[in-house]
């Protein structure tokens, strides 16, 4: 049974490492729960609700709550409590991820081809990125919209525009062109999507989490974290299964069976994933902190003038 000191918002592992972050988020994009029911999600918010108000169910086991917990976290934002789209939560990166980029390097030759599967991809990149910001920074439909259509266009320029210029290199060189137009478009994508948050700053706090303000440069530095994570959530499968694949179709048993190649590839895709998600969501820690003297000259003052020098970092939400 849980003891009556057990603090479920305490991470199981220590989230100042690389490996106890890769436990955490190991954990909580665990593709299975994307599988869950509703109602099974809202009876294990309610029992993580129950358990921060002190009123644990008897006979409720640490175990149970810890699966509970796993399940909050995976399928109910971090800031607002609200349960997430299905679509948009990190658990269902590795069924989404592997169906679409299986999708973007077995079709890449013709430029329909290139054109919808980019499409497709950046229309679930935006989903994802509006699902997991930093829900404290507010972003209109307008602003949505604008920020859906540059990425999109981004990704399709680069993709077509290399397609044009590779038809004459290498063939390994056109399979990476999918990569380089995710890559281009993340770095649009997301801080489009996340632009109040560069425009009017992200909330930050102290350790206790009292609120201390709003940074841009906070706003800059999560970001760009989170920009370099899902490039590298995408890198290993986009860059080392073109490599494997124009090895195998070399063959003749796959040149026999070129029907195979799309099923085949997803399934790899998906074999990458199911290790890059957590892997590359563990680089930086989701509470990120800054030290108070990076910060714009006017909060740091704030900062001084209340709390001295007390307070030498701050903290905040920098979203995944």
Same mark, same amino acid.
């Given at each position: 049974?849980?003891?009556?000191?057990?603090?479920?918002?305490?991470?199981?592992?220590?989230?100042?490492?690389?490996? +106890?972050?890769?436990?955490?988020?190991?954990?909580?994009?665990?593709?299975?729960?994307?599988?869950?029911?509703?109602?099974?999600?809202?009876?294990? !918010?309610?029992?993580?609700?129950?358990?921060? /108000?002190?009123?644990?169910?008897?006979?409720?086991?640490?175990?149970?709550?810890?699966?509970?917990? !796993?399940?909050?976290?995976?399928?109910?934002?971090?800031?607002?409590?609200?349960?997430?789209?299905?679509?948009?939560?990190?658990?269902?990166?590795?069924?989404?991820?592997?169906?679409?980029?299986?999708?973007?390097? *077995? #079709?890449?030759?013709?430029?329909?081809?290139?054109? #919808?599967?980019?499409?497709?991809?950046?229309? @679930?990149?935006?989903?994802?990125?509006?699902?997991?910001?930093? /829900?404290?920074?507010?972003?209109?439909?307008? *602003?949505?919209?604008?920020?859906?259509?540059?990425?999109?266009?981004?990704?399709?320029?680069?993709?077509?525009?290399?397609?044009?210029?590779?038809?004459?290199?290498?063939?390994?060189?056109?399979?990476?062109?999918?990569?380089?137009?995710?890559?281009?478009?993340?770095?649009?994508?997301?801080?489009?999507?996340?632009?109040?948050?560069?425009?009017?700053?992200? /909330?930050?706090?102290?350790?206790? +989490?009292? !609120?201390?303000?709003?940074?841009?440069?906070?706003?800059?530095?999560?970001?760009?974290?989170?920009?370099?994570?899902?490039?590298?959530?995408?890198?290993?499968?986009?860059?080392?299964?073109?490599?494997?694949?124009?090895?195998?179709?070399? @063959?003749?048993?796959?040149?026999?069976?070129?029907? #195979?190649?799309?099923?085949? *590839?997803?399934?790899?895709?998906?074999?990458?994933?199911? @290790?890059?998600?957590?892997?590359?969501?563990?680089?930086?820690? *989701?509470?990120?902190?800054?030290?108070?003297?990076?910060?714009?000259?006017?909060?740091?003052?704030?900062?001084?003038?209340?709390?001295?020098?007390?307070?030498?970092?701050?903290? @905040?939400?920098?979203?995944?």
């Amino acid at each position: 049974m849980a003891g009556s000191g057990f603090d479920i918002d305490m991470p199981r592992w220590d989230q100042s490492t690389f490996m +106890g972050r890769l436990k955490h988020f190991a954990n909580i994009t665990d593709w299975r729960t994307a599988l869950l029911p509703d109602s099974r999600l809202d009876e294990a !918010k309610a029992l993580v609700e129950s358990c921060r /108000a002190g009123s644990v169910p008897p006979g409720t086991t640490e175990e149970q709550l810890h699966y509970a917990k !796993k399940l909050y976290d995976s399928a109910f934002h971090p800031d607002t409590g609200d349960r997430m789209n299905l679509i948009g939560r990190m658990s269902f990166q590795v069924p989404g991820g592997m169906a679409i980029t299986g999708g973007m390097l *077995q #079709f890449y030759r013709t430029v329909p081809a290139v054109v #919808f599967w980019q499409w497709v991809n950046q229309s @679930f990149n935006a989903l994802v990125n509006y699902t997991n910001r930093n /829900a404290a920074s507010p972003i209109t439909p307008n *602003q949505i919209g604008v920020a859906y259509l540059t990425a999109t266009s981004t990704a399709l320029a680069t993709a077509v525009g290399l397609n044009f210029y590779t038809k004459r290199a290498p063939p390994l060189v056109a399979r990476w062109v999918p990569f380089a137009a995710v890559a281009s478009a993340n770095c649009v994508n997301i801080p489009m999507m996340r632009q109040q948050e560069l425009l009017n700053g992200i /909330a930050v706090t102290d350790e206790n +989490g009292n !609120k201390l303000g709003h940074s841009k440069k906070a706003a800059v530095k999560g970001i760009t974290q989170v920009v370099i994570s899902r490039i590298t959530m995408a890198a290993p499968g986009m860059i080392i299964l073109p490599v494997i694949m124009q090895r195998l179709e070399k @063959f003749k048993f796959m040149q026999r069976i070129t029907f #195979f190649h799309g099923p085949l *590839q997803v399934v790899m895709v998906g074999a990458f994933l199911v @290790f890059m998600v957590p892997a590359a969501c563990s680089l930086f820690p *989701q509470q990120c902190s800054m030290a108070v003297s990076k910060l714009e000259p006017e909060l740091r003052e704030s900062i001084l003038c209340r709390y001295g020098d007390r307070v030498q970092y701050v903290y @905040f939400n920098k979203g995944l």
